[in-house]
């Protein structure tokens, strides 16, 4: 399974970027479809994630202003971000976990970084 990111960019505070995520392969289900971020000196954190059911969960800082969304048929997460912050600054992570075709096994996958930078 591999997942192909884009969308990553630099905008000024305030603006916006979408970010898109699309898995290929073996799948028969995605399950839960995620985005991470990861800051200079800082671990990666959950940012949102959304389950087959379509429910999503943000991480507090981002609330308000973030909303991810998933296209079952294109396998695809999206994460729009508006009204960016300079501490929104990171390389962004899709992350996907489902279940491959044959062998029927979990897979839980990552995609390569994106990077958003937000100057003031």
């Known amino acids: 399974v591999q997942l192909q990111a884009s969308g990553g960019g630099s905008v000024q505070a305030g603006g916006s970027l979408r970010l898109s995520c699309a898995a290929s392969?073996?799948?028969?289900?995605?399950?839960?479809m995620a985005w991470y971020r990861q800051a200079p000196g800082k671990q990666r954190a959950l940012v949102a994630s959304i389950s087959s059911g379509g429910t999503t969960n943000y991480a507090d800082s981002v609330k308000g202003r973030f909303t991810i969304s998933r296209d079952n048929a294109q396998r695809t997460v999206y994460l729009v971000m508006n009204n960016l912050e300079p501490e929104d600054t990171a390389v962004y992570s899709c992350?996907?976990?489902?279940?491959?075709?044959?062998?029927?096994?979990?897979?839980?996958?990552w995609g390569q970084g994106t990077q958003v930078t937000v100057s003031s």
């Open positions: 992350n996907i976990v489902g279940v491959k075709t044959y062998p029927m096994v979990a897979f839980n996958a």
């Open positions: 392969g073996p799948i028969l289900r995605v399950n839960v």
